[in-house]
């Protein structure tokens, strides 16, 4: 089984908010890759599961290459659809933050990202986050931000509402990451979840 590297009082914490929100804003940083866009739609679905209304903003367009992620069309870049992404934003009554240390990360998204009042939750492996969170899941030592997003989903008791799209999304941030698992890829638990992932349903090969 996985190691359990969340602190019990974050998860709480993150479980409490999830119980009293329906509008979640999912976002990443600019010029997102697949592990910002991966660990941000896998955590869309699982949310749309639990019935939540769950949205992905990103600051810019997200590269064509990620297109093929399932809910890949449905994300809001906030570059081309200002008004809605920011309508989005303060309509929020939760914010996942993903996979960026710094508020500087999402560019001219920045002031209306600060100025929403809906609380923060911070999921990321950069070192030194910046303390603009409500709650800051940071651990420097995972090889991207998907697998914490998969660790955190299992600590949220939400293990089995990982669809096969989820996992796709979940794997595509991991692979990216590690370079396909060339590198940063000696934690034993990064095959623990790859199996788990494949039993979900995804096709390795075809990511
Ligand atoms: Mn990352």
């Known amino acids: 089984m996985l ?21 979640i804003v999912i976002t990443c940083h600019m010029s997102p890759d697949g592990d ?17 209304e769950a949205r992905v903003v ?5 590269p064509q290459i990620l297109r093929f992620l399932p809910g890949a069309k449905d994300i809001v870049p906030y ?3 200002t008004d809605f992404a920011r309508q989005l934003l303060c309509d929020a009554d939760l914010i996942f933050c993903l996979d960026f240390n710094s508020l500087y990360r999402v560019d001219h998204m920045r002031d209306d990202l600060a100025s929403s009042s809906a609380p923060k939750v911070l999921v990321d492996h950069h070192q030194d986050p910046e ?17 914490l997003m998969f660790r955190l989903l299992c600590r949220l008791e939400l293990f089995n509402l990982i669809d096969r799209k989820a996992a796709m999304c979940i794997y595509t941030g991991m692979m990216t990451d590690t370079g396909n698992f ?3 890829s000696n934690d034993p638990d990064l095959y623990v979840v790859i199996a788990e992932l494949i039993r979900k349903g995804i096709n390795k ?3």
């Open 205 to 207: 090969d075809e990511i």
């Open 182 to 184: 060339s590198y940063n």
């Open 131 to 147: 303390d603009f969170a409500d709650v800051i899941i940071s651990h420097p030592d995972q090889s991207s931000t998907a697998i």
């Open 3 to 23: 190691r359990q590297i969340i602190q019990e009082s974050k998860v709480k914490a993150v479980r409490e908010l999830l119980g009293r929100s329906e509008r």
């Open 58 to 62: 990103t600051p810019d367009i997200p």
């Open 79 to 81: 570059s081309k659809y």
């Open 36 to 52: 910002a866009i991966g660990s941000s739609l896998g955590l869309m679905h699982v949310l749309a599961a639990i019935g939540k």
